[in-house]
């Protein structure tokens, strides 16, 4: 192990290097824990709504289940081969969904 202080990466903002240099270990240790876990949930967000982009999306019927928004969207999911139709929309950063129904094969 070096005795040099690790040099930050050039990307990371002058305050937040500062605020790093000034914490105790323990807090860098939080703060790295956070940091990795906040990674992964953007990551994961960011999975998410691309998927959602690339779904089939249906024209709406004009019925809409009493705890869906008037914004949702029909989208059709493919699990286990089979088809589902899911209420799609946004909540803030969040893409909320809710079950429809199967999609008939027939159609």
Do not use: C, F
């Not at 790093?20 to 876990?37: F, K, M």
């Not at 989208?75 to 899911?86: F, H, L, Q, S, W």
């Amino acid at each position: 192990m070096s005795y040099e202080p690790p040099a930050p990466p050039a990307n990371l903002p002058t305050e937040i290097v500062n605020t790093l240099n000034e914490s105790e270990p323990e807090q860098l240790r939080d703060v790295a824990t956070y940091a990795q876990a906040l990674a992964e949930h953007k990551e994961r967000e960011a999975r998410l709504e691309e998927s959602t982009d690339q779904e089939e999306v249906e024209e709406r019927p004009d019925e809409l289940p009493d705890d869906v928004p008037s914004k949702a969207t029909i989208t059709i999911k493919e699990i286990n081969d089979n088809r589902y139709y899911y209420w799609q929309w946004r909540d803030g950063n969040r893409v909320k969904s809710k079950y429809g129904s199967p999609v008939n094969p027939d159609e």
